[in-house]
């Protein structure tokens, strides 16, 4: 500023306009600058937005996506004729001759099912249990697995050990947990009876989606 010291009046009074012209026009930049943020800020929320659903979107045909791939036509078809068996057998309107004849025609068409049809791709289980010191050990229990959607169970202590129901990339596999349903606690029967009383087939994966992952 030292220089300034040497100005003359009308010199300063210049540069004094001059600096006041050049403050204004920066000014006016800053605003324009910031309404360009604002713009800005609110795009990149809206983006955000849309972004959230759109993954929101994915993951949701990501489900429905496994939900067919894992369920060909065939087990569903089998899994919709023994609900139909089920209503049919609990009628009182049939004779019993009928109503064995039904119940003779569930049990085989459960067990081709589980034993030639169903990938068991949708499992549920809870964990073995080593037992308490207090009852020597008496209380321990294996390790129980279910299928979802044909209803196969399988016991066995350690996970590695599932003939049938074993660990594989495309089976959904989920810890029960408890549930409680109307204030009272469902243990893991109650889940699995739950879980295959479960016609609808989206309901069915938006519950095993809701219970504990076994990779957690
Ligand atoms: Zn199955």
Not at 40 to 46: C, D, G, N, P
Not at 121 to 136: C, F, H, K, P, Q
Not at 151 to 174: M, N, S, Y
Request: aromatic letters at 6%.
């Amino acid at each position: 500023m030292a220089s300034l010291k040497n100005l003359t009046i009308e010199q300063l009074t210049a540069s004094l306009e001059a600096a006041q012209t050049e403050q204004s026009r920066l000014a006016t930049r800053v605003k324009e600058q910031d309404r360009r943020i604002l713009t800005l800020i609110t795009l990149k929320a809206r983006t955000e937005s849309d972004a959230r659903s759109k993954a929101q979107e994915a993951q949701e045909l990501s489900a429905r996506l496994f939900l067919k791939q894992c369920l060909p036509a065939e087990v569903v078809q089998l899994r919709e004729r023994i609900f139909n068996l089920l209503a049919q057998v609990a009628s009182d309107q049939i004779t019993v001759a009928e109503q064995r004849r039904l119940s003779e025609e569930l049990k085989t068409t459960r067990k081709s099912l589980q034993l030639d049809v169903c990938n068991h791709r949708l499992v549920v289980y809870e964990e073995a249990y080593s037992g308490s010191r207090s009852n020597d050990y008496d209380d321990a229990s294996k390790e129980v697995r279910v299928c979802v959607v044909c209803g196969l169970e399988e016991c066995q202590w350690k996970a590695e050990e599932f003939k049938v129901l074993q660990d594989t990339p495309h089976r959904l596999i989920r810890r029960y947990y408890d549930f409680y349903e109307f204030g009272s606690r469902l243990g893991f029967t109650g889940v699995r009876d739950r879980l295959l009383k479960l016609r609808d087939l989206d309901a069915l994966l938006d519950l095993m989606a809701g219970l504990v992952k076994l990779t957690d």
